[in-house]
């Protein structure tokens, strides 16, 4: 452990800044470490500030992490709050830094300088931006604005703009607080980054607490009365939406200005650039959080993931390094993340299929739906697991997982293995725990990873839940009564066997025609080919995900 007087400033707090710098205190007891904030809070829980205004966190005060003064007294940091970075003097190493609250302008000597100013909300110029009632989420102050209208509105009205992880989050917790809300968002779908399909239980969720979803319509204006006061907004579609509080929750722009400035390298997606120390191309000058750009594992290319678990492991990594000189380094990362919208969990890590496409990936996967449990223990209910990974080696590139219950573990353990660079195989082999009440033998995890290894090994083939199924021959192995109660989408021509009676009803059958097998989920359906490619039906596939996954796609 070093004595040397070091000077460490870090810029910013909250996940990366603060966890730098309350490491760099635990690795170096003898430095001068001074944190500079530009708002009031240095370190709070940014991520549950949507449940404060929904008062699923009824008390304030559970949400600052860390204060100014136990930062001072248990680390011995000098933390300045309302305090900027506004310059950097590499050669001189100093920073130039605005009090807001007297408006002096001084600077601040470093030998080692830590970045972590994170990113501003996305507001495009549009009219109304600026009216009363119109907010974005990402500090203390604007959780204390939007609660206080919450719990004065009469109205009871609510827009949000933006349906990823936060505008749901709001939707969710305004809805809570007996809002009518409704919901616009420019891509098809919510949650834009994960497949389609995965998303339709969270829509119907949204539809069954009356939210009006707008999707493929963006914002174009705000409509304000004469006092400046926001009456709703104007979608792009020309459509009007009405409503006296309006949340923008349109994604992120790294605070990268104060690092671009002073010469660091900004990537392509607009993060400073960092090696696996979060070191910028200046040594002594290190970024993390949502400022920064991170190896994105399943490309290995550099991009930026506003997420607080990279963040608060970047900071701590940084503060080690900046104090000692040395530490473990920055493992890429898989934006692994996770969002409840009222009774149903969406997660996912690593690639969609959509964006290993995009990425020019050669990507297949599969998709089941298994009970988060044992069925015959009371209270199993659904997990719909999509796996996606390499064509020819089986590695796991990603997953999405949505349900009820459930949906974290098997996410956060395929997050896990592909950590360790797992392959389907692996994943098929993994020692889970099993008893009733937590899950089955044969884990959603591992039914995933068996259903790819048979399709790697040519045992099965899968065609994708939204296929065009009109020139093929379909086959539906389900009982007639489950077909008349849940009829398959597209599937008029589909000749129903019950996979029970199929190998007496062979003869009812060509072939020599493409065929596709379906069932309720696959599992019957991968029974069927099975017996059928070994009476001589050699283009035989599996619809992935059988009914349940083909009526949410199509």
Do not use: W
């Amino acid at each position: 452990m070093s004595n040397s007087k070091l000077k460490i400033v870090v810029v910013g707090g909250v996940a990366g800044g603060a966890s730098a710098a309350t490491r760099a205190r635990r690795m170096n007891e003898h430095a001068e470490i001074i944190l500079l904030e530009k708002d009031e809070y240095v370190s709070f829980a940014n991520c549950g500030l949507p449940y404060h205004i929904g008062e699923e966190i009824p008390d304030r005060a559970k949400l600052l992490v860390a204060t100014k003064e136990l930062l001072e007294r248990r680390f011995n940091l000098e933390v300045r709050t309302h305090t900027e970075a506004t310059t950097i003097n590499r050669d001189a190493k100093t920073v130039t830094v605005l009090n807001h609250r007297t408006g002096e302008h001084n600077e601040i000597s470093y030998d080692k300088l830590i970045l972590s100013p994170g990113a501003a909300p996305l507001v495009p110029p549009m009219a109304g931006r600026d009216a009363t009632g119109v907010y974005t989420l990402r500090n203390v102050a604007d959780m204390d604005h939007i609660k206080a209208q919450v719990d004065q509105s009469t109205s009871k009205r609510a827009i949000v703009v933006g349906a990823g992880f936060i505008g749901l989050e709001m939707v969710e917790q305004l809805v809570r607080r007996g809002f009518k809300v409704a919901l616009a968002e420019l891509q098809p779908q919510v949650l834009p980054l994960f497949d389609p399909e995965m998303v339709q239980p969270v829509q119907q969720a949204l539809a069954d607490h009356n939210v009006d979803f707008f999707p493929g319509d963006g914002i174009k204006s705000i409509l304000t009365n004469d006092q400046n006061a926001a009456t709703g907004v104007e979608l792009c579609s020309g459509k009007s939406l009405e409503a006296d509080l309006i949340i923008l929750g349109l994604g992120v722009r790294p605070n990268s200005g104060l690092a671009s400035e002073s010469g660091l390298n900004v990537g392509g997606t607009g993060g400073i650039q960092v090696n696996e120390f979060l070191q910028t191309n200046d040594a002594d000058i290190y970024a993390v959080g949502d400022v920064s750009e991170y190896v994105f594992a399943p490309t290995g290319q550099t991009m930026r993931v506003p997420l607080a678990g990279p963040a608060n492991r970047a900071g701590r990594l940084a503060g080690e390094h900046a104090a000692t000189g040395t530490s473990q380094p920055m493992a890429a990362v898989m934006g692994t993340a996770i969002v409840r919208v009222f009774e149903q969990t969406a997660a996912m890590t690593g690639l969609s299929l959509k964006a290993a496409k995009s990425c020019g990936i050669d990507a297949k996967c599969v998709t089941i739906v298994a009970g988060q449990h044992a069925g015959y223990f009371p209270g199993a209910t659904a997990v719909t697991l999509k796996l996606i990974f390499a064509a020819d080696t089986g590695l796991v590139l990603g997953a999405q997982a949505v349900g009820k219950d459930g949906v974290d573990k098997r996410i956060d353990v395929i997050a896990t293995a592909m950590n360790f660079k797992a392959t389907v195989r692996d994943l098929g082999n993994l020692d889970l725990c099993y008893a009733p009440p937590f899950g089955s033998a044969k884990d959603p995890v591992h039914q995933a990873a068996f259903a790819a290894g048979n399709q790697l090994d040519k045992i099965d083939e899968f065609i994708d839940s939204n296929a065009d199924l009109s020139h093929v021959q379909l086959v539906d192995v389900r009982t007639p009564a489950e077909v008349a109660r849940n009829p398959l989408a597209g599937g008029d021509h589909a000749i129903n066997i019950p996979v029970d009676d199929l190998r007496n009803r062979l003869q009812e059958l060509d072939p020599q025609q493409e065929t596709v097998v379906s069932c309720g989920v696959g599992i019957r359906a991968h029974v069927a080919v099975r017996i059928l490619r070994q009476h001589g039906f050699d283009n035989v596939r599996n619809l992935s995900g059988g009914v349940t996954v083909r009526n949410r796609s199509v």
